[in-house]
């Protein structure tokens, strides 16, 4: 069995389950892709799909089965996954299922240093409910159409979970807005006293842009 990775790319993982189910090229990969909302969870580019199946082709996980013309349309090139690629496939499958990994995303950084502006700027900066209000109802449309459109729920579970976890982190930031507007939130004392004792020369700029001089 691989022990490391031979090609990391998620979108080559989305390739191999496509393959693990039967043979296609690269055109019918993306029509499956999109029509099971994959395009949703994975980033989906013909350029990086061309260049994925490539460093697949290379590293002798799938292999070129035959090549096909469908009336005046282009030959097109049907790949299999070798049983090599098999294993890796399922491998790879089981660790991202049994093992998930910590992901290092850009608010949880921004939320790290959050003491570094003022409590009211910060309140107002992560006002982000607007925007995730806006991705939650998005993502709830998206899973109403395609379920109406008769897709099975198992080809919908990562959707699921990419709403479950907005939907939660939409009620977390409406609870932490609160309390810092509030005067609840722990620790609050100590940050108004960071800017206060320090006098902090950004603290009084709050979210409206560079003090002017004798304000």
């Not at 790319?9 to 989305?14: E, K, Q, R, V, W």
């Not at 932490?176 to 609050?188: A, F, K, P, Q, Y």
Request: aromatic share 6%.
């Amino acid at each position: 069995m691989v022990s490391k990775r031979k090609v990391s790319n998620p979108l080559a993982l989305a390739v191999m389950a496509l393959l693990y189910e039967r043979p296609m090229h690269p055109y019918e990969m993306v029509s499956t892709m999109r029509e099971r909302g994959k395009h949703e969870s994975v980033r989906l580019r013909y350029s990086s799909l061309y260049s994925v199946v490539a460093a697949l082709e290379r590293e002798a996980l799938i292999s070129s089965r035959e090549t096909v013309r469908e009336g005046r349309r282009p030959e097109r090139t049907v790949y299999e996954l070798t049983e090599e690629g098999r294993i890796e496939f399922l491998s790879w499958l089981r660790k991202l299922l049994s093992e998930p990994a910590k992901e290092y995303t850009q608010f949880l950084a921004g939320l790290s240093f959050l003491a570094a502006v003022p409590s009211a700027e910060a309140a107002e900066l992560l006002r982000r409910v607007r925007l995730l209000e806006g991705e939650v109802e998005k993502m709830r449309f998206r899973l109403d159409v395609v379920a109406e459109q008769g897709l099975p729920r198992l080809f919908l579970v990562e959707s699921e979970h990419e709403l479950i976890l907005r939907d939660a982190e939409l009620s977390w930031v409406r609870g932490l807005v609160r309390e810092i507007e509030d005067g609840t939130l722990g620790g609050l004392e100590q940050w108004e006293a960071l800017y206060s004792e320090h006098g902090m020369a950004d603290a009084g700029r709050g979210v409206g842009g560079p003090r002017k001089e004798g304000a």
